[in-house]
C-alpha cells in the first residue's frame, strides 16, 4: 500500500523534489575546517554522571573535545582561546532522538536547533523512495563525519527486514534463514550500523538473522516480531525495542503481558540489559481520526519539504488500520497503556532512550524530542533519569558511552547550553541555547539564520477527492 502512496507523492510534487533537494545541498553551510580552541565561560554544568549540578563553571574545547573543565576562577584559559560567555546558562550533553527517519538535509539542522546532537536513523528507504525526495542516510552520515554538512552524528539501521510478506513496501520479506544470512550480510557489506527487524518476521527467520548479526557485529534493534514475543526477544538480547511493541499490542490497544506482570517484565528486562526506545510522542502528535486541519494548521507543517507534506496526507489512512475499536480515542488510549508500560521498566530497573520516529505523520524533527521528555515526565519519571535518556543512555545503547555521553575531561564536546535548568523543571530542554558540535560553537540564532535561508515552498496537499 505504502508504495503507490509514494508514486502518487511523486506525481504531486513532480521534479520540484529533486531540484529543491540540488538547491538545499548548493546552500547548505559548510562547516569550517581547523576548528579553533574555545572556552565557554560561567556556565553552570550538569554532568549526567556523576549526578548533580557544578556551578559557574569553564570549559575548555579543543579539536573537539574537552580539553579542561573546573570552577571558572581555577581553570587557565589558553591565550589562542576563544573566549564565549554564557554566565548562569546550563551546560549538559547533547541530547539524542534514538528514533527518526531523516526525510531531507533540512531535517539536521532541525535537529541541532533543539539541542539535539546525535540520532539514530531506523530504516534506509529503497532506491525508488529516493526519487520522491528521501535522501540516502549514509551519506548524511559521512558528511557529518566528515565535517563537511552541519549536524547531528547519525547512526544509521539498514532496510527493515520482515516476514513475507512485508507489512508495507518499504520492508524487505524475508521468507528463508538464507535469506535472512544474506541480508544481514548485505546490511555490514552496505555500510549501515544496525540490522533492524520487523512485526511478521518467522521465529526461525528471527533467530537466523540474530546469529547472523553477531558474526558481523551488528546490533539488532527494532520490533519484536509478533510470533518471536518478549521472553525470546529478551534471551536473545536485541540491542533495543521500538515502540514497546513487545509489551504493547500497539494495534488492538492492549497488552502483549499478563497486566499484573508489567514491573515483573521491566525487572526481566534490566536483567539482560535490553533498551527500550518508547516514542510516546507519535501517540500525543497522532493525527485525529478523520481531520487532518490539525497538522495543516500547525506552522511547523509548512516548514516540511512538499513531498513529505503531501506523503503524511496520503498516509493517515494507513495509520488507522486497527482494530481497536473506538478509532477517536485510539491515539490517547495507546498513550495512556504506553506512560504506564514506561513507569514500569522504569521502576524495574530497565535502560530507557528518548526516540520520536520523526517524519512519521504529525512527528516533527527535532522539537518532538523535548516534548518526549515531558511526556516521560508526565509517566513518573524525575528529571535526571529523563536526562540520562536522551543523553547517557543513548551512549551506553550504541557502546560509544567511553567517548560521549556525560561532560568530561577527554570526552568529545556533543554539547547542549539552555536558559535554564531543567533537573528543576524538564520543560527547560526547550530553551536552547546553543550546542556544540564538530569542535564548535553554535547558537541558536545562527541555526535559525540558515533554516531561514533553506525554506521549503508553502502549500498544503490537495485533496485528490475535492478536485
Given amino acids: 500500500m505504502l508504495i503507490p502512496l509514494f508514486l502518487a507523492c511523486l506525481l504531486l510534487t513532480?521534479?520540484?523534489?529533486y531540484f529543491e533537494r540540488i538547491r538545499q545541498q548548493e546552500n547548505a553551510p559548510k562547516v569550517p575546517r581547523d576548528p579553533p580552541t574555545q572556552a565557554l565561560v560561567g556556565v553552570n554544568v550538569i554532568p549526567i554522571d556523576p549526578p548533580g549540578l557544578l556551578n559557574d563553571q569553564t570549559v575548555v574545547i579543543q579539536n573537539g573535545k574537552i580539553l579542561a573543565l573546573g570552577p571558572r576562577d581555577q581553570v587557565e584559559i589558553p591565550p589562542e582561546a576563544e573566549v564565549i560567555p554564557l554566565p548562569g546558562k546550563y551546560l549538559l550533553p547533547g541530547f539524542a532522538d534514538m528514533h527518526v527517519h531523516l526525510a531531507h538535509e533540512r531535517d539536521l539542522l532541525m535537529f541541532l536547533k533543539h539541542g539535539i546532537t546525535q540520532v539514530r536513523n531506523m530504516a534506509h528507504s529503497p532506491n525508488w523512495a529516493r526519487l520522491v525526495g528521501f535522501p540516502d542516510v549514509r551519506v548524511l552520515r559521512d558528511k557529518v563525519r566528515n565535517h563537511q554538512l552541519w549536524g547531528p552524528e547519525i547512526f544509521a539501521c539498514g532496510e527493515i527486514l520482515d516476514g513475507s510478506p512485508a507489512q508495507n513496501g518499504l520492508n524487505r520479506a524475508i521468507a528463508t534463514r538464507t535469506e535472512a544470512m544474506a541480508a544481514v550480510k548485505e546490511t555490514f557489506e552496505a555500510g549501515f550500523d544496525c540490522v533492524k527487524v520487523y512485526n511478521r518476521l518467522a521465529r526461525e527467520n528471527f533467530d537466523q538473522i540474530v546469529q547472523t548479526a553477531a558474526e558481523y557485529r551488528l546490533p539488532v534493534m527494532g520490533h519484536v516480531p509478533v510470533v518471536v514475543g518478549i521472553d525470546r526477544a529478551l534471551e536473545a538480547k536485541m540491542a533495543s525495542i521500538e515502540h514497546l511493541n513487545a509489551y504493547v499490542e500497539n494495534f488492538a490497544g492492549h497488552y502483549r503481558i499478563p497486566t499484573d506482570q508489567l514491573e515483573a517484565y521491566g525487572k526481566k528486562t534490566a536483567q539482560v540489559g535490553v533498551f527500550n526506545c518508547p516514542t510516546l510522542v507519535m501517540w500525543d502528535h497522532h493525527p485525529p481520526y478523520g481531520d487532518f486541519s490539525p497538522i495543516t494548521h500547525d506552522p511547523r507543517f509548512q516548514e516540511l519539504p512538499p513531498y513529505l507534506r503531501s506523503l503524511w496526507y496520503l498516509s493517515v489512512p494507513e495509520l488507522y488500520k486497527v482494530t481497536y475499536p473506538d478509532p477517536l480515542s485510539y491515539p490517547s488510549h495507546l498513550l495512556s497503556l504506553s506512560k504506564r508500560m514506561v513507569k514500569a521498566l522504569y521502576d524495574g530497573g530497565s535502560p530507557l532512550v528518548i526516540g520520536t520516529d520523526a517524519n512519521l505523520t504529525g512527528v516533527y524533527p527535532g522539537s518532538t524530542a523535548l516534548r518526549e521528555m515531558e511526556l516521560f515526565a508526565e509517566a513518573g519519571l524525575p528529571a535526571k533519569a529523563i536526562l540520562e535518556a536522551a543523553t547517557l543512555n543513548p551512549a551506553r545503547l550504541l557502546k560509544q558511552d567511553q567517548e560521549k555521553g556525560t561532560?568530561?575531561?577527554?570526552?568529545?564536546?556533543?554539547?547542549?547550553?539552555?536558559?535554564?535548568?531543567?533537573?528543576?523543571?524538564?520543560?527547560?530542554?526547550?530553551?536552547?541555547?546553543?550546542?556544540?558540535?564538530?569542535?564548535r560553537w553554535l547558537s541558536v540564532e545562527q541555526i535559525n539564520h540558515w533554516l531561514a535561508a533553506s525554506q521549503p515552498p508553502s502549500g498544503v496537499p490537495q485533496d485528490p477527492g475535492s478536485e
Avoid: H, M, Y
Fill in 14 to 17: 513532480g521534479c520540484r523534489s
Fill in 407 to 439: 561532560v568530561k575531561v577527554g570526552k568529545k564536546a556533543n554539547l547542549v547550553v539552555l536558559n535554564a535548568n531543567p533537573l528543576e523543571d524538564i520543560r527547560n530542554v526547550r530553551q536552547t541555547v546553543g550546542v556544540f558540535v564538530q569542535g
